[in-house]
């Protein structure tokens, strides 16, 4: 679609440029090219030339119009503006964009590298709370985008299975009972309680660490009490995250780079670089000279490993089996994964894409039965499903009760991702229901209801054996299926830059462009062959919007 245009625009100016004597090296590599008000594309290579020609970019703009090949496929016309050069599209490829549309084939791009995205990994004691949502939405939206993309894609938790967090909890099983809540939340309670005994009981302290010795040297007995201990409280996580569309391909544990003799073979490698020393009882790697001053400790005095250590084998792991790996962290990580990326490339191991975001906070007062405490995000999901039954109980009173539940649900889940990823990564964020779930707003339930629209009108209109799509001109039609062909070039964009906030703000562009198209372009009620190219028209959109929503996780609900 759009990349097909932007493909015979880059070729156009790259002849043209190498008609009036520009090379690579005088900055033509970067062709400038960008969606513009003033065109369907426009270049600003002049600019990047200029200093070089010590030319004023209009001179050199004007240079590189008069030598622009005069045969196009997709361009209607090249004109010139000032230092611009802007590009328009012609009938032939508009409809190209709605014959593809309505193929319903064209969502798919042609990237083909083989990603490891390690998403969520939340310590298995306990439920995930409102801070962890956003890690797994913008995670599994990667997922979602880097497939559509083209890309193999794994989806994976990195379970920690051998820190002093799973120690307590097996500690917490062996003393305390536990009860019939969900799994996550039973094995909070216990580990919780082992804390606070703990408190009282110096005892329990070398109880697990114990159990941490014990498990890394592959006591039978103890391997078997945690991964039980983890399998349950994952197994509570996996709950929630499917509530929230989310799904892992695979799960790597801690443990297996111990067993296997990675972390052994990584400390190693890392000793050999001449860093490494003995200090205060521990062996650590000092990476001062790289601008660290806080010492990376691999091994305690009792022999046992730590996390980072575990992670720099996992993360050669990743290395060797793809040709990208992504990982999603928080802002408090930021420390951590420098000095982990530092040693990874002392070793000449490919470093992971990290993709680092700030939090999401809730207003003050909201959810306040739990003053200060953490908000589950169970319990963040429950609220929003409330307020959404409401809202769509309100709107469609005619509808049973298991409508609205069923409706209320699949829109309490758009609601929270969308309000989530609408916001790029390196920006807190509050998370607001009452903003997240207004229907008339920029919100999911929005987006989703242009899409029940779009719904609406095919189910209430009968498509035509065949429709002159040269009857679309109108501003808002036009608008429309241009609108539809941008989305291989965010999906391109977003799976490059890693950044799913421009999914989510072209969701929103489609939704409001179709909203326009239908308030000024009546379809059912239009003249019989403009009505057959308009029910063509809304046909794309759907499926442009249904491809759209599935690739941000969000439900493409055909009735609301």
């Not at 050069?85 to 490829?93: D, K, T």
């Not at 969520?120 to 913008?138: C, E, F, Q, W, Y």
Request: charged letters at 25%; hydrophobic letters at 40%; one cysteine or more.
């Amino acid at each position: 679609m759009f990349l097909d245009f932007m493909s015979e625009v880059e070729g156009l100016l790259r002849d043209a440029l190498e008609g009036c004597g520009f090379k690579a090296e005088d900055g033509v590599n970067n062709l400038g090219l960008e969606i513009s008000p003033h065109a369907d594309l426009a270049s600003s290579v002049a600019f990047r030339l200029a200093p070089v020609q010590k030319i004023s970019p209009a001179l050199i703009a004007r240079d590189i119009h008069q030598a622009m090949p005069q045969e196009y496929k997709y361009v209607d016309r090249v004109e010139l503006a000032g230092p611009y050069l802007n590009f328009f599209m012609n009938r032939i490829f508009l409809n190209t964009v709605l014959d593809q549309a309505l193929a319903d084939d064209r969502w798919t791009g042609r990237m083909s590298q083989r990603v490891i995205v390690e998403h969520t990994s939340a310590n298995p004691d306990g439920p995930l709370h409102v801070g962890h949502i956003r890690n797994s939405v913008i995670g599994d939206t990667l997922v979602r985008i880097l497939r559509r993309a083209g890309c193999t894609v794994d989806a994976q938790y990195y379970v920690n299975d051998m820190g002093r967090q799973e120690a307590m909890v097996v500690v917490g099983c062996d003393h305390f009972q536990l009860d019939g809540s969900k799994a996550d939340h039973a094995i909070a309670k216990v580990y919780i309680a082992a804390n606070k005994a703990m408190e009282l009981d110096p005892e329990i302290r070398k109880e697990a660490d114990q159990v941490i010795q014990r498990y890394e040297a592959g006591d039978p007995e103890t391997v078997a009490k945690i991964q039980s201990a983890v399998r349950y409280a994952v197994s509570g996580i996996e709950e929630t995250l499917h509530r929230m569309n989310i799904r892992h391909d695979s799960y790597r544990w801690e443990s297996e780079f111990v067993r296997n003799g990675d972390v052994t073979e990584m400390v190693k490698d890392l000793e050999k670089t001449g860093l490494t020393e003995w200090e205060d009882g521990a062996f650590q790697l000092d990476l001062s000279t790289f601008g660290f001053e806080k010492k990376i400790v691999l091994r305690r005095t009792d022999g046992t490993s730590l996390y980072i250590t575990r992670d720099l084998a996992y993360h050669r792991w990743k290395a060797a089996n793809s040709d990208q790996a992504v990982d999603i962290l928080g802002a408090d990580h930021k420390l951590v994964s420098g000095q982990l990326c530092t040693a990874l490339r002392l070793l000449g191991i490919r470093e992971p894409e990290v993709v680092i975001f700030e939090f999401v906070s809730l207003p003050t007062g909201s959810m306040s039965t739990r003053k200060g405490k953490f908000i589950s995000a169970d319990e963040l999901l429950d609220e929003v499903e409330k307020q959404a039954f409401e809202e769509v109980r309100l709107r469609r009173p005619e509808e049973s009760e298991a409508f609205h539940r069923e409706v209320a649900r699949q829109v309490a889940t758009g609601a929270v991702r969308y309000d989530v990823v609408k916001v790029s990564a390196d920006k807190a964020t509050t998370f607001d229901w009452k903003q997240a779930l207004d229907f008339e707003k920029l919100s999911a339930p929005f987006i989703q209801y242009a899409h029940a629209r779009a719904c609406s009108i095919l189910r209430k209109g009968e498509a035509a054996p065949s429709f002159q799509a040269d009857q679309l001109t109108g501003e808002n039609e036009v608008a429309l299926i241009k609108k539809i062909a941008q989305f291989d070039l965010v999906i391109d964009q977003a799976a490059r830059e890693l950044k799913p906030h421009h999914l989510a703000t072209y969701a929103r562009e489609l939704a409001e462009t179709f909203n326009l198209f239908y308030r000024y372009s009546p379809v059912l009620d239009a003249a019989e062959e403009l009505k057959a190219a308009r029910m063509a028209l809304v046909r794309a959109a759907r499926n442009a919007l249904r491809s759209t929503l599935e690739t941000l996780g969000i439900p493409a609900l055909e009735t609301m």
